[in-house]
């Protein structure tokens, strides 16, 4: 497995309770599948990570699909939802 940090920022780190988590996942998608898991039956990390835009290695995922953004080993996922007025 691919071990990976995940970056909260704003919204998202409010709702994820922590700045910072890392987690072993081979594409985005098993990322956030692993960070939802953590938090159990709360949703509130779910909502904005639907709204959230994401870099990998700072690099913007896009459009692409998470399924599709295979992670490097060591990889930074930045999480960024909407910032006001930006």
């Known amino acids: ?9 704003a919204a998202a780190k409010q709702a994820a309770g922590v700045a910072e988590e890392t987690f072993d996942a081979e594409t985005l998608a098993g990322a956030i599948s692993a960070a939802l898991a953590r938090r159990g039956q709360d949703t509130r990390l779910s909502a904005v990570l639907a ?25 930074v996922i930045e999480v960024l939802p909407p910032f006001a007025g930006g």
């Open 51 to 75: 709204r959230s835009s994401f870099l990998v290695d700072g690099s913007a995922v896009g459009s692409r699909a998470a399924e599709d953004v295979v992670l490097p080993d060591a990889a």
């Open 1 to 9: 497995m691919t071990k990976v940090t995940m970056r909260y920022w």
